[in-house]
């Protein structure tokens, strides 16, 4: 026991002995770090625990706002680390650029082959440039652009080429007016005899109408202002004489209707909207202005929601007495121009196209000024809901009894119908109605359409164009010839079919391309 008691104290004092002999090690109070700034290299000592900021201070650097440092300003350092402070600077510069115009070539059937002719000379725009250089010690890293001002909108360069033409020139009633590629053409007593009434090349086609004596074309054209801003403008052009300057009628955001009153004077009905930058963008104010050739705008109905979908818009049509009528997504009826009101004919069951606009029921007056004719949409029958039906239904409503009547049935939302000039018929006043029939009537607002003649009571309908054989047409009005021509069976119809104009005896059905350089997209003849 002795024995090993004595080991065990001899190895006790040896461990005492080596623990007594270690040196505690504590943390330094200061540490030394090396400051690159300005290209000049500073060593510093600082409190241990310290940030590259604190070192930066010690070392009498200032950072600026954009400068950065490596390590982060945040980081905390540690002995004999190396800072490196890159100084950052931003300077702003301004250049005027010059925008090159572009040109825009069309296609005229009026010239001869491979003639072309300056409609308009082109003119270079102005843009002012922003660039942002950025610089660290001294040596620019980058150069961008960021902000940038048009002063001056290029103005494209028009030219006209003309375009062999194989139809034959037709004779015809009065002018015929057609949009092409933003500009406005005329026709004149015949197909061959084309000239050009508007070539600036920013017609909208949202309004594109002859007043009733042929005398003037109503149009707007794209605004050059943001969208949000303005949308279009409301302008007239004489279609006869020498002088064919545009004149404006202070009138802009016309988007559903203007027309011309057919009374002769010369005067015009519009509505207008309120530019919106979402979808479909505009808020409809479902107002009603008149206004005469330099004269300025006189409010005939005040503005108001509109009803159902009212932020779509209303549209109107005059009869050829002069009585306004106007079609909403939830009726048609009758305006008081003199009380500034609505008087509804008919109700509409509302169509929900599940989409950012909304559907309006085609209306045409009867020559008789007494029948308004209007697509209708049923209700349909369950489980769909009433809203979502596909059945639209062409009647007519007497203004005078307020009686409605079914002309036909399943013809498609877009069936659009009009009526032709009266005729007299024994002292009667006898005219036809057309119409657009869907190829697909439960899916009429993808399908396209086939142009239906009939007589005003519904009776004696007839298919005219196009073909069965062939594509069916895009929704539109089909426009009436203002007389007949000596040798018809019928009075003619036109319409735009894949980009021409297209006159349709309504009488015999035969069918005339009278245009081919596929880009019309509005039509009125008067």
């Known amino acids: 026991m002795c024995a090993h008691s004595s080991a065990f104290a001899s190895l006790l004092v040896v461990s005492l002995l080596a623990i007594g002999c270690q040196i505690p090690q504590t943390a330094p109070a200061v540490i030394s770090v090396n400051v690159t700034s300005d290209g000049i290299t500073k060593l510093v000592e600082v409190p241990a625990g310290s940030t590259v900021s604190s070192a930066l201070t010690a070392a009498g650097v200032v950072p600026g706002n954009l400068d950065r440092s490596s390590p982060p300003f945040y980081a905390v350092l540690t002995d004999k680390e190396t800072i490196k402070l890159t100084r950052v600077e931003e300077k702003f510069r301004t250049e005027t650029r010059t925008v090159a115009f572009g040109q825009q070539v069309l296609r005229n059937e009026s010239l001869p082959e491979g003639q072309e002719r300056l409609v308009q000379a082109g003119a270079n725009g102005q843009e002012e440039l922003t660039y942002r250089s950025v610089f660290e010690d001294g040596v620019q890293v980058s150069d961008t652009v960021v902000k940038t001002v048009t002063l001056q909108q290029p103005v494209p360069e028009i030219v006209m ?36 009434l508007v070539n600036s090349g920013d017609l909208d086609g949202r309004v594109f109408s002859l007043s009733p004596d042929g005398a003037y074309l109503l149009f707007t054209r794209k605004s050059d202002k943001l969208p949000e801003q303005e949308i279009n403008t409301l302008w007239a052009v004489k279609t006869d004489g020498a002088d064919r300057e545009p004149v404006s009628l202070h009138a802009s955001n016309v988007v559903h209707f203007a027309a011309w009153y057919p009374d002769g004077s010369h005067a015009v009905a519009y509505s207008t909207v309120e530019p919106r930058p979402n979808a479909p963008g505009w808020q409809a104010n479902n107002d009603l202005y008149r206004v ?211 006159l349709i005896d309504s009488g015999s059905g035969e069918a005339r391309q009278v245009t081919g350089d596929g880009l019309t997209t509005e039509v009125d003849w008067k």
């Not at 033409?165 to 005899?193: C, E, H, Q, V």
């Not at 989409?355 to 007056?365: H, K, M, R, S, T």
């Not at 142009?451 to 426009?479: C, E, I, K, W, Y």
Request: glycine share 10%; net charge negative; charged share 15%.
């Open 161 to 196: 080429v003309g375009v062999r033409t194989s139809f034959p020139p037709l004779s015809i009633p009065g002018r015929i007016a057609y949009l092409a590629a933003g500009n406005a053409w005329m026709m004149d007593t015949s197909t061959a005899n084309r000239s050009v």
């Open 292 to 502: 005469s050739m330099g004269g300025q705008p006189q409010q005939i109905l005040d503005a108001r929601s509109g009803g159902v979908y009212g932020w779509w818009g209303m549209t109107f049509a005059f009869s050829p007495n002069g009585r306004l009528s106007y079609a909403a997504p939830d009726a048609v009826g009758l305006v008081s121009q003199d009380g500034g009101y609505l008087a509804p004919l008919a109700q509409i069951e509302p169509f929900q196209t599940h989409a950012d606009w909304a559907w309006n029921p085609g209306i045409a007056w009867g020559a008789d000024s007494q029948t308004l004719y209007f697509v209708d949409h049923e209700a349909g029958l369950p489980p769909a809901a009433p809203e979502d039906s596909p059945v639209f239904d062409l009647k007519a409503t007497s203004t005078d009894t307020k009686a409605t009547v079914d002309i036909t049935r399943g013809v498609g939302m877009f069936a659009y119908p009009t009526a032709s000039p009266a005729r007299d018929n024994g002292g009667e006043h006898a005219y036809d109605v057309a119409y657009l029939q869907a190829i697909y009537p439960d899916q009429s607002e993808t399908s396209r359409y086939r142009l239906v003649v009939m007589d005003r009571d519904g009776s004696n309908r007839r298919v005219l164009f196009p073909a069965a054989d062939l594509p069916g047409l895009d929704p539109q009005p089909p426009v009436w010839a203002p007389g007949a021509i000596s040798g018809q069976v019928g009075d003619f119809l036109c319409v735009v079919y894949q980009g021409n104009l297209w």
